[in-house]
């Protein structure tokens, strides 16, 4: 009885664990073992007849900013590291620079790239330049992105979640630099952390260890975005995208200064402060790196989640096309590698779906949960019309958490 008491309560869920819980060392160690474990249960599903699924990178920042620190060759070599095959850039503007004709654009070294921007609380992809150009107006902004073909995401819809969205390709579902803002608890203590030599010795050994685990500890499920995404699909299509927010900064070192001090830097500020170092860093030389915190490397931020596409080939109208299309997936690759997975709609009257490995499927319609299920496929029947779009979940150092999100389809008549 005891026992038998003992194995649900290991089997069932427990609450959902704070930053600070994830990244020690007993929880690190437990998510590295699910991931294995995962790893090896996972079975290959093909992708539709005709297509690949490849991953994408949208919104990454190389060589656009004084805050970015990334470069792009850098960012090619993370890309084909991880598997990526499309990089949609997303600069931040500079007046002096044509983000269009004055960037990367098409294959390198196997990767395609395709230049666009981030302003005006979008992302932009346009088919060609529009430096110099003038607009008058949040329409004719839009307009001027989408001529002949050019596509516009809402970005950061967390701060602007009742933004029209009719004239949309899409929107950021999931955004990196979202999530690790909301982290006050351990924002607080990463700062204090920072004063204490021994906590720069204990994150430094974790990085080294756990990097995909550490970085993966501030991912949550960001329920006001998805909220206004089921609003928004209502009325419009709108393609559910990843947003890495990668730039490679988050970097902080702690410098020897003179006999008994050290200084602490970021590569966005100098100088955040000094540290009283201990008897054992004093005799280290005046002027050494004694540890480097380098968070958010672009392999780890491309491992983190992605937008995976369906298309006929790695081309750029292929990879315009699936994402106007929706033919598109958001997953966090770093739990377990998603490619394969598929949700369709089949005979007018089906949702059909599959996963590489068993997960918690959470099957949504016009916003609301109407099934929840243990397994790794689905074929079920359409009892009535609406908007659906489905989550699978992974039981992961003991907490369930978010790993595939579906785009929406749309199910309007029964048969
Ligand atoms: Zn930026
Ligand atoms: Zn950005």
């Given at each position: 009885m005891t026992a038998l008491l003992l194995i649900l309560l290991a089997a069932a869920p427990a609450r959902k664990l704070t930053t600070l819980e994830?990244?020690?060392?007993?929880?690190?160690?437990r998510v590295r073992a699910d991931r294995q474990r995962l790893a090896m249960e996972r079975r290959r599903i093909p992708p539709p007849e005709g297509f690949r699924d490849v991953r994408a990178i949208l919104h990454c920042h190389a060589e656009d900013a004084a805050h970015t620190a990334g470069t792009r060759p850098e960012l090619l070599a993370a890309a084909k590291k991880t598997g990526v095959s499309a990089v949609l850039l997303s600069d931040h503007v500079r007046p002096e620079r044509d983000y269009i004709n004055d960037n990367w654009r098409g294959l390198r070294d196997g990767v395609l790239f395709i230049p666009g921007s981030e302003?005006?609380?979008?992302?932009?992809?346009?088919?060609r330049s529009i430096h110099g150009l003038q607009w008058s107006s949040r329409d004719e902004y839009i307009s001027l992105i989408r001529r002949d073909g050019g596509l516009i995401f809402l970005s950061h819809v967390e701060e602007r979640l009742d933004h029209p969205m009719d004239r949309?390709?899409?929107?950021?579902?999931?955004?990196?630099?979202?999530?690790?803002?909301?982290?006050?608890?351990?924002?607080?203590?990463?700062?204090?952390?920072?004063?204490?030599?021994?906590?720069?010795?204990?994150i430094s050994g974790k990085l080294e260890r756990y990097h995909e685990e550490y970085f993966g500890a501030q991912q949550d499920?960001?329920?006001?975005?998805?909220?206004?995404?089921?609003?928004?699909?209502?009325?419009?299509?709108?393609?559910?995208?990843?947003?890495?927010?990668?730039?490679?900064?988050?970097?902080?070192?702690?410098?020897?200064?003179?006999?008994?001090?050290?200084?602490?830097?970021?590569?966005?500020?100098?100088?955040?402060?000094?540290?009283?170092?201990?008897?054992?860093?004093?005799?280290?030389?005046?002027?050494?790196?004694?540890?480097?915190?380098?968070?958010?490397?672009?392999?780890?931020?491309?491992?983190?989640v992605s937008t995976h596409l369906w298309v006929k080939s790695l081309t750029e109208p292929e990879v315009r096309e699936a994402l106007r299309a929706g033919r598109a997936y958001v997953a966090h690759d770093w739990l377990c590698d998603p490619t394969g997975f598929r949700f369709?709609?089949?005979?007018?009257?089906?949702?059909?779906?599959?996963?590489?490995?068993?997960?918690?499927?959470?099957?949504?319609?016009?916003?609301?949960?109407v099934l929840e299920q243990f397994t790794d496929s689905l074929d079920w029947k359409i009892p009535s019309p609406g908007v659906y779009r489905l989550e699978l979940w992974l039981d992961v150092g003991g907490e369930r958490r978010p790993w595939i999100y579906s785009n929406p389809t749309y199910a309007t008549q029964q048969r």
């Amino acid at each position: 009885m005891t026992a038998l008491l003992l194995i649900l309560l290991a089997a069932a869920p427990a609450r959902k664990l704070t930053t600070l819980e994830r990244v020690q060392v007993a929880n690190l160690e437990r998510v590295r073992a699910d991931r294995q474990r995962l790893a090896m249960e996972r079975r290959r599903i093909p992708p539709p007849e005709g297509f690949r699924d490849v991953r994408a990178i949208l919104h990454c920042h190389a060589e656009d900013a004084a805050h970015t620190a990334g470069t792009r060759p850098e960012l090619l070599a993370a890309a084909k590291k991880t598997g990526v095959s499309a990089v949609l850039l997303s600069d931040h503007v500079r007046p002096e620079r044509d983000y269009i004709n004055d960037n990367w654009r098409g294959l390198r070294d196997g990767v395609l790239f395709i230049p666009g921007s981030e302003a005006e609380g979008f992302l932009n992809y346009p088919m060609r330049s529009i430096h110099g150009l003038q607009w008058s107006s949040r329409d004719e902004y839009i307009s001027l992105i989408r001529r002949d073909g050019g596509l516009i995401f809402l970005s950061h819809v967390e701060e602007r979640l009742d933004h029209p969205m009719d004239r949309l390709d899409g929107l950021e579902i999931y955004n990196r630099h979202t999530d690790a803002n909301d982290e006050t608890e351990y924002r607080q203590w990463f700062r204090k952390a920072l004063s204490d030599p021994a906590a720069w010795a204990d994150i430094s050994g974790k990085l080294e260890r756990y990097h995909e685990e550490y970085f993966g500890a501030q991912q949550d499920y960001l329920a006001p975005i998805l909220a206004a995404w089921d609003r928004a699909t209502q009325t419009h299509p709108l393609t559910g995208i990843a947003a890495n927010d990668a730039h490679h900064n988050q970097v902080f070192t702690l410098t020897k200064r003179d006999g008994r001090t050290a200084v602490i830097d970021s590569f966005e500020r100098k100088n955040l402060g000094t540290v009283e170092l201990p008897e054992a860093l004093r005799d280290r030389p005046d002027g050494e790196v004694l540890y480097r915190l380098d968070f958010d490397p672009y392999e780890v931020s491309f491992r983190n989640v992605s937008t995976h596409l369906w298309v006929k080939s790695l081309t750029e109208p292929e990879v315009r096309e699936a994402l106007r299309a929706g033919r598109a997936y958001v997953a966090h690759d770093w739990l377990c590698d998603p490619t394969g997975f598929r949700f369709e709609t089949a005979a007018g009257n089906r949702l059909t779906a599959a996963s590489p490995v068993r997960a918690h499927f959470r099957l949504l319609r016009d916003g609301e949960p109407v099934l929840e299920q243990f397994t790794d496929s689905l074929d079920w029947k359409i009892p009535s019309p609406g908007v659906y779009r489905l989550e699978l979940w992974l039981d992961v150092g003991g907490e369930r958490r978010p790993w595939i999100y579906s785009n929406p389809t749309y199910a309007t008549q029964q048969r």
